[in-house]
């Protein structure tokens, strides 16, 4: 990024706002840019960006002229930006609405909007508004990512341009072009949703991102509108979920428990080979049931119906091309995680310096590490920001007219914020995490002590605050709905609730979906959490001497033990909750993973990360085990494949060639 530049921009909107009469194109060229040079030609193209850049931010910058000259005449007009202009209103709110707010922001964590649910966070921090509340101890729902096209889609709906990909037709199961207004996404029945304008078909049509076959490409040069009054959850109940189907499936003998409990009948021979069992399982939905049912590899082949059979063979060829192709050099050029978002920008430090002034005003003496924690950045980045700080103020440059920031004793300190003591407005993408979180809330039992009632009023009122805060850029909240968080074990939810609280242990039953198997523990409880409605416990298992994560709907009891819980071990530290706890004999894979699947590595923690020409990634994974990596690999059909250990690539493979060997 041009430190430069994000000085110019800083240096131009504190001399606007303290403007009373406004300021000429001489005097800004003279007391501002400095880099211009002499061409007048360059100053003006640089001062018309810069104007559209702060516009960006929600600055109305007002043109004055003088009495008696023309609207044409440069050296009589000035400009200036209101002290009130984009600042973002008071939004005073009670430690309830605090709590219930933290767990709408953490909905996104680890998805698309997280970036922009943790900015509005820090906003209201820095205007004083948020207090100092925690989540509520031991649950922690959140919203699964849904991959790098419901980024673009998003980035598109901001920008108000349509987008074009290549879909494959539930109807014809041909792959085919469509370009599309995209005015909603939103999930329903566990899939995620496009709901747009079709240009080619002129007419409404819905999307599931699972069917798109290649990347979503933003048609930048065109412009499209959401509809007003838009709504997308209203759109998506319309929606009838599919009709329930049964396959036949032929089970491996003493395979797929997990699979076998679902099922409608089993006979002892297929009568199609020995070994085998005729399993007839129910479903809806063919394209999430192939996922599963692909990664079971050779122990099971699908008879019917045709549908299903035929999208468990496209996954297995795919992910069979995919493991075929040439290998790519498995390097990480970086120590750690790469950066996969765009580059960042001065328009991205501004924003950042924007937050913290005021976040700096209500929050004197913080250590500079902690500042910086708290903006998600570097000790460095922080510094580079605040040395460009106290270089920047009023156009007259004296002592009185900078930016008073000292940090000598490792604390920060502002005397002076040259009236940017708020932060600006929430973003669209900003108001949307927040209030898209907070209607998604609607189902989670309550939390943080408080009722039920107490919680869906304060889920009430504070969207009624957020929404009033937002004004304008919560236009795109009605277009994302977010899936439900509900647990569907109930019963099982509110026991590990209740032991949590009571410091108790429990003892389960509990299906293993990797080793096919069942098994009784002990446990001590330590925190609940969720990716959509599926959720998870995560707890001390005594058996295994270390933590464990648990899904409750593959728990077959549970009960308390009569025994308070007897280790101190604690939640792993950091938010959100790893599906995998590491050990020292974790298997360390390197995975290829298309740009399609990249979010991958951020769902299995990669420790390190190399972004590859083609716009997919290297990732180094630790896992648990590896006898689970070649479901892994054919689940996800051709967007990820091992690269090392070589025995392991090559064991996953033959994995998926025996799979598809039965067709």
């Known amino acids: 990024m041009s430190a430069s530049r994000t000085e110019r921009l800083l240096n131009l909107l504190i001399a606007l706002l303290n403007t009373k009469y406004g300021l000429s194109r001489a005097v800004l060229r003279d007391k501002v840019y400095h880099d211009a040079g002499d061409s007048d030609v360059a100053f003006g193209r640089m001062f018309e960006r810069d104007k559209a850049d702060l516009k960006q931010f929600g600055f109305e910058i007002e043109t004055l002229f003088a009495h008696g000259f023309g609207s044409d005449d440069p050296a009589s007009t000035r400009y200036r930006i209101g002290k009130v202009s984009n ?267 924007l937050q913290l002034v005021p976040f700096l005003v209500h929050h004197q003496g913080l250590p500079i590490q902690e500042v910086a924690d708290r903006f998600g950045v570097s000790r460095k980045e922080l510094l580079e920001d605040l040395k460009i700080l106290i270089c920047s103020g009023r156009p007259e440059g004296y002592p009185d007219d900078l930016f008073d920031i000292d940090w000598e004793n490792e604390h920060v300190y502002i005397r002076e914020h040259l009236e940017l003591n708020r932060p600006i407005r929430f973003s669209v993408d900003e108001a949307c995490a927040l209030l898209t979180g907070l209607a998604t809330l609607g189902g989670l039992p309550a939390q943080a002590g408080m009722s039920a009632d107490e919680q869906t009023g304060a889920l009430e009122s504070v969207t009624l605050k957020l929404t009033g805060a937002a004004g304008e850029a919560g236009r795109l909240a009605a277009a994302v709905a977010g899936p439900p968080v509900t647990p569907a074990e109930a019963g099982v939810f509110e026991t590990i609730t209740g032991a949590i609280q009571k410091g108790s242990q429990l003892r389960l039953r509990y299906l293993s979906q990797q080793r096919d198997s069942v098994s009784e523990r002990d446990v001590d409880p330590l925190r609940l959490y969720s990716l959509d409605n599926t959720w998870y416990f995560e707890a001390y298992c005594h058996s295994k001497a270390g933590l464990r994560n648990f899904r409750l709907d593959r728990i077959e009891v549970i009960e308390p033990n009569g025994r308070m819980v007897s280790t101190n071990s604690s939640p792993e530290d950091g938010v959100p909750v790893k599906l995998f706890t590491p050990n020292d004999d974790d298997v360390v894979v390197v995975l290829q993973l298309t740009r399609q699947g990249a979010g991958l590595a951020d769902d299995y923690y990669a420790e390190r990360t190399a972004v590859l020409p083609d716009g997919g990634l290297l990732a180094e994974v630790r896992f648990g085990s590896a006898d689970w990596l070649p479901m892994f690999v054919a689940q996800h059909g051709g967007a990820v494949r091992i690269l090392q250990p070589a025995e392991l690539a090559e064991t996953s493979a033959a994995w998926v060639s025996a799979a598809l060997a039965q067709y």
């Open 87 to 353: 600042r973002l209103p008071d939004v005073k709110l009670t430690p309830s609405e605090g709590t219930v707010l933290l767990l709408a922001a953490q909905l996104w964590e680890r998805a698309a909007l997280g970036t922009a649910a943790a900015s509005a966070l820090r906003k209201l921090h820095a205007s004083g508004d948020l207090a100092d509340v925690e989540l509520p101890a031991g649950v922690q729902p959140r919203i699964k990512p849904a991959g790098q096209a419901f980024d673009d889609i998003i980035a598109a709906m901001n920008g108000q341009h349509p987008v074009s990909f290549g879909y494959r037709a539930a109807s014809t199961g041909k792959d085919e072009h469509r370009l599309v207004e995209p005015w909603g996404l939103g999930s329903r029945f566990g899939q995620w949703y496009l709901v747009g304008f079709d240009r080619d078909r002129k007419a409404k049509r819905f999307f599931r991102l699972s069917r798109m076959t290649s990347e979503v490409q933003v048609e930048a040069a065109e412009h499209c509108e959401i509809p007003p009054g838009f709504d997308t959850r209203a759109e998506l109940d319309s929606l009838n979920e599919l009709p329930l189907q049964e396959a036949q499936l032929d089970v491996a003998e003493g395979r797929l428990l997990g699979l076998r409990k679902r099922a409608v009948s089993v006979s002892s021979n297929s009568g199609r080979q020995a070994g085998r069992n005729r399993v007839s399982v129910q479903f809806r939905d063919s394209e999430l049931f192939a996922e599963e049912l692909a990664s079971y590899g050779p122990h099971v082949l699908v008879a019917g119906p045709p549908e299903l059979r035929d999208a468990v063979i496209r996954r297995l060829e795919a992910a069979a091309a995919f493991a075929s192709s040439p290998v790519v050099e498995a390097r990480f050029p970086d120590a750690g995680p790469a950066p996969r978002a765009r580059k960042r920008t001065s328009e991205d430090q501004l924003n950042r310096m």
